[in-house]
């Protein structure tokens, strides 16, 4: 972003606003729904991660109980 430009000026490159075509009327889903889709995938990642953890945490046991017997 240039320093000096003029206010009209500043939102240029990825920072330009993005043209529609269609009225915003058209868009079928609201921004609530948006918002709850986003939440769902967020809330599905934290439980691959935690599945990974408890995974990973039962796997490191097995070995420390393997390394201890012998």
């Known amino acids: 972003m240039d ?3 003029k206010p009209n000026e ?3 490159g990825a920072l330009r606003p993005k043209i529609r075509h269609l ?3 058209t868009e079928p889903r609201t921004r609530r ?3 709850a ?3 769902a ?4 990642r ?3 991660k935690k599945a990974a953890r408890r995974h990973l945490k039962r796997q490191l046991l097995e070995e420390l109980e393997e ?3 012998s």
């Open 41 to 44: 995938i967020a809330a599905k």
């Open 46 to 48: 934290r439980a691959i």
């Open 3 to 5: 320093p000096y430009a």
């Open 10 to 12: 500043r939102k240029i």
């Open 33 to 35: 729904e948006r918002q």
């Open 37 to 39: 889709e986003k939440e």
């Open 67 to 69: 390394n201890g017997r």
């Open 23 to 25: 009225s915003q009327s």
